[in-house]
């Protein structure tokens, strides 16, 4: 079956990048028509779309975001990381990784259980 | 950018059918997701490509888009539906980036 985990620090400061992984199972990033997405929920607040990656290197990032994030796949460990640089404590969020299944309209099946970052100085 | 609007609270009786909408400029042309996110949980996909199924996901939720509006139709509402439920569609822009909707509190009275 699909698995996903978030790892990553639970407290990073203002300024600094942050750097999550996701480790996943059950399914190759490799192959065709499969994404690994990024998405967060800031404490009580609702979900916020950040950024998607498919087996063929075909990245998306939301807008607003776009010059903060960076996703990459290291196929070799089955894993997923995404950065965000110059953290504030607005990016206080649960983070949550997510598989999916296709590329055309983005939807997702399986979701890890999400990491809670929070920015402080 | 593309904004997707849902009512923040709706209350249902046992029993009855709730219809929770999603709002959007010509969101009919686009395929839209459904996922029920219980408190402390990660979200689950409940309805995908406007009226799909996952497996394990009950009949009593269905879906529907047309115009500017997607519904989410839970029938026979349970207790155990009681959830924030977001709206999701892909593609908004040249971006090609996703977008999720501010969410709805169902309640079961």
């Known amino acids: 079956q699909i698995t996903l985990k978030e790892s990553g620090p639970t407290l990073v400061k203002p300024t600094q990048t942050l750097t999550l992984t996701c480790t996943f199972s059950?399914?190759?990033?490799?192959?065709?028509?499969?994404?690994v997405g990024w998405i967060r929920q800031p404490p009580g607040k609702a979900l916020e779309w950040l950024a998607l990656?498919?087996?063929?290197?075909?990245?998306r990032y939301s807008p607003s975001l776009k010059s903060r994030l960076s996703i990459t796949e290291d196929t070799s460990n089955d894993q997923v990381v995404l950065t965000m640089a110059n953290m504030d404590p607005v990016d206080t969020a649960t983070y949550y990784c997510?598989?999916?299944?296709?590329?055309?309209?983005?939807?997702?099946?399986?979701w890890g259980q999400g990491t809670l970052v929070t920015v402080s100085s | 950018s593309y904004v997707l609007t849902q009512p923040p609270s709706l209350s249902v009786a046992p029993g009855q059918t709730a219809r929770i909408t999603c709002g959007g400029y010509?969101?009919?042309?686009?395929?839209v997701h459904w996922y029920q996110q219980k408190p402390g949980q990660a979200p689950v996909l409940v309805v995908y490509?406007?009226?799909d199924r996952p497996s394990g996901i009950p009949e009593r939720f269905s879906g529907s888009n047309s115009g500017n509006t997607a519904t989410l139709a839970i029938s026979r509402v349970e207790a155990g539906d009681e959830a924030d439920y977001y709206c999701?569609?892909?593609?908004?822009?040249?971006?090609?980036?996703?977008?999720f909707g501010g969410g709805t509190k169902l309640t079961v009275l």
């Open positions: 010509k969101i009919g042309i686009k395929s």
């Open positions: 999701q569609v892909w593609g908004v822009s040249s971006d090609h980036e996703g977008v």
């Open positions: 990656i498919y087996w063929n290197n075909y990245k």
């Open positions: 490509y406007d009226t």
């Open positions: 059950g399914f190759s990033v490799n192959s065709s028509g499969v994404g």
């Open positions: 997510a598989h999916s299944s296709d590329i055309l309209t983005g939807y997702f099946d399986f």
